[in-house]
Each structure stands twice: as C-alpha cells, then as structure tokens.
C-alpha cells in the first residue's frame, strides 16, 4: 500500500503570505496527486487534482506541483477563507490513500 | 448537480452490524469511469478510505478493514451502500459517500453523516 507523508502537521501563518503544504508518497504515483480542503464541521472539497489540475471554481492563487513521490500545493496569497485543513491523497489507480492533513491556522 | 447523501442510524452498539447508505440525485449512478465510494474520519483526525464500488458491482476494500466491509450498489434505485460488521469504539466516526472519478481523486462528496459507536 502507499503511505504519503504529508508536512508540516500545521502552519501558522497571515493574510497574504505564502503557504506551501508538502506531500511524499512511499512509491511513485505517477501523477495521480489531489488535494482537498476541508473546514471545520464540513466535507471536504477537491482543490487540485492530477498533480496540478485546479478544480472549477477554484482560486487561481492555489497551485499543485510534483511528480513520482513529491508533490507540494501552494496558495500565494492567502486569504480569510483558505484557513482550513488540507489532505492529500495519492492513488494506486483504485487503491486511494490520504495524507495526514495540514492545519492552515493563524 | 451531483449530490450524494448518507442516510442510516447514528448509533450502533459494540459488536453489531452499521449499514449505511448513499442517495445519488442529479445524476446516474450508471456512469463509465466513476465509482462510488466510503470514507470516514473519527473525531479530530484524518481522512480513511473504506472502499469503492462500480455500479457493476465491482470492488475495492482497504485492506486493513478487509474482514469487516462489504459494500453493495442498486442502480434500479441509484443508491449504494455500506456494511460494517462487529463495529468496536474505533468505528465512531464521520462516514462520508463519494464519487470517484476517472483521474483517481474524490470529485463529490456527501455532507457527511455521524456515526458513534457505543453501549
């Protein structure tokens, strides 16, 4: 099974700074790489899929870079609504598996 | 607009059986490429996936809840669902049905549906 390794764990941080959360898979996972955002009480929703595919809808100040085992998302500019949690998750085609999440705090 | 919904009880006691299910409105469950999945998250953690079904019937398990999962489709009905057996305190958590799309990534999810497990 792939194990993904997601850092930091939190990161403190203020309106327009930039944030850049890091994910490694334990195998190669091609491009296969999404990212989720995920507030409090609330499911979570996709912000980036295949690496550095932006979901519609979503603000271009979030990018998703990597390939093989190191992927990164990063938000430029961060604003009030980006404060959330953030997974990600890599699949071994059917087999998905999720990163332990990063908390985007103040 | 794809929505899903989870629907079941909100508690269940040690060692019984937890089935839930999944409403799929505004679209087909029917549908080349995608599949249908559980995910959980226990209070104040991560996200774990459970399984996906194809609306053929088709399906993965995480291995690690191999022995207790079984999950099922009815397309007459555009639901699918999900049964865990011999649930333990471990099992409280949020259980979140999905769609899973052709690029490998969670494209809809439910709003999520409570489960606590206790005597």
């Known amino acids: 099974d792939i194990q993904m390794t997601q850092s930091p764990s939190s990161v403190s941080a203020s309106v327009g700074d930039r944030v850049t959360i890091t994910c490694r898979a334990s195998q190669g996972v091609s491009r296969w790489l999404a990212w989720y955002q995920q507030k409090r009480g609330k499911a979570p929703k996709v912000v980036v899929y295949?690496?550095?595919s932006l979901e519609n809808g979503v603000p271009s100040r979030f990018s998703g870079s990597g390939s093989g085992t190191d992927f990164a998302l990063t938000i430029s500019s961060l604003q009030p609504e980006d404060f959330a949690t953030y997974y990600c998750?890599?699949?071994?085609?059917?087999?998905?598996?999720f990163g332990g999440g990063t908390k985007v705090e103040f | 607009q794809l929505q899903l919904k989870e629907s079941g009880p909100g508690l269940a006691k040690p060692s019984e059986t937890l089935s839930l299910t999944c409403t799929v409105s505004?679209?087909?469950?029917?549908?080349?490429?995608?599949?249908w999945a559980w995910i959980r998250q226990p209070p104040g953690r991560g996200l774990e996936w459970i399984g996906s079904i194809y609306y053929t019937g088709s399906t993965y398990y995480n291995e690690s809840l191999r022995n207790q999962v079984t999950m099922s489709v009815d397309t007459s009905t555009n639901q699918f669902s999900l049964k865990l057996t011999d649930v333990t305190a471990a099992d409280t958590a949020v259980y979140y049905c999905?769609?899973?799309?052709?690029?490998?990534?969670?494209?809809?999810w439910g709003q999520g549906f409570r489960v606590t497990v206790s005597s």
């Open positions: 999905a769609r899973y799309a052709s690029a490998w990534y969670f494209d809809n």
């Open positions: 295949a690496t550095s």
């Open positions: 505004g679209g087909s469950i029917i549908k080349s490429g995608y599949y």
């Open positions: 998750q890599a699949a071994n085609t059917f087999l998905p598996t």
